[in-house]
């Protein structure tokens, strides 16, 4: 399968993304894929005999930084230019400071960071001279809202174009929500994970942290393809061994 081919040709695929015209998606997809890897080492290497809660807050976790790459080739795909991963890297991380800094303002915390000191000062002079308005700061979180997993879940349902196929088969997209959804309280530690991991029989729980681990192989092999049919587009070579190793168990290539 092209995972294989993937692995194999790992640093010539590296070398064409940071060679890529579409700069911002092509350092999402490797930025996500070196994060999801990350991940999915850890999680193929718990203990699955008897140490195996942090399997189910990891695999949550790396769902979302699928679903979230998954939206960014996609629109990068419908309006065929950079600018959603563009918006992420920029707007979205502006948003992410200012999140902080109101935070920390909040519970009369001091910023660490010697960046969002100056940022605050920043902010708080401009706003004073009414050159900062709220306004602003709701575009921002507009632009950081698209990145949210029920508004992804949203687009996917209500405005992908009829003729644009995700490639990932309508039910495994189910799937991955279904799984994001349920495993929520394993990220918080709340009550419906203590319901699910301690007074669930031994063998159901076991067998779903070992689903787990599956699941995060099945993540790798998308995130691989995302990237492959990307540079597809400017790599005859990728393009070539793309035709030829489609995943047909996760993808709908109609």
């Known amino acids: 399968m092209y995972n294989d081919y993937f692995i194999k040709n790992e640093k010539y695929i590296n ?37 195996y809660y942090a399997c189910f807050i990891l695999i949550r976790s790396q769902i979302e930084h699928l679903i979230v790459v ?11 230019n950079d600018l959603t991963a563009k918006r992420y890297y920029q707007d979205y991380l502006i948003q992410e400071i200012i999140k902080r800094i109101n935070y920390s303002k909040g519970n009369n915390i001091t910023p ?13 002079g401009l706003k004073s001279k009414g050159l900062l308005e709220q306004k602003h700061f709701d575009k921002l979180n507009q632009t950081k809202n698209q990145f949210d ?10 405005e992908l174009p009829k003729d644009m196929t995700p490639f990932l ?16 309280t ?11 991991f301690f007074e669930s029989e031994d063998d159901k729980i076991k067998s779903a942290a070992i689903e787990c681990k599956d699941w995060s192989s099945k993540i790798l092999t998308l995130h691989q393809f995302y990237i492959m049919y990307f540079l597809a587009h400017e790599d005859e070579k990728i393009k070539d061994a793309l035709n030829n190793e489609i995943d047909k168990d996760l993808l709908d290539t109609k």
């Not at 997993?149 to 209500?158: A, C, T, V, Y």
């Not at 394993?186 to 699910?196: E, K, Q, R, V, Y």
């Open 70 to 80: 998954f939206y960014i080739w996609l629109k990068f795909r419908i309006d065929e």
């Open 169 to 184: 088969k309508p039910k495994r997209l189910k799937e991955l929500l279904e799984h994001y959804n349920y495993l929520s």
């Open 112 to 124: 660490s960071s010697k960046i969002a000191q100056l940022l605050s000062l920043i902010i708080d």
């Open 186 to 196: 394993f990220i918080h530690g709340g009550p419906s994970a203590d319901l699910s």
């Open 15 to 51: 070398q064409a993304l940071d060679k890529s015209k579409n700069v911002f998606t092509a350092k999402a997809l490797k930025r996500f894929y070196v994060k999801n890897l990350s991940i999915a080492n850890v999680i193929q290497n718990i203990d699955y005999t008897s140490d």
């Open 149 to 158: 997993i029920r508004q992804i879940s949203e687009f996917l349902d209500k």
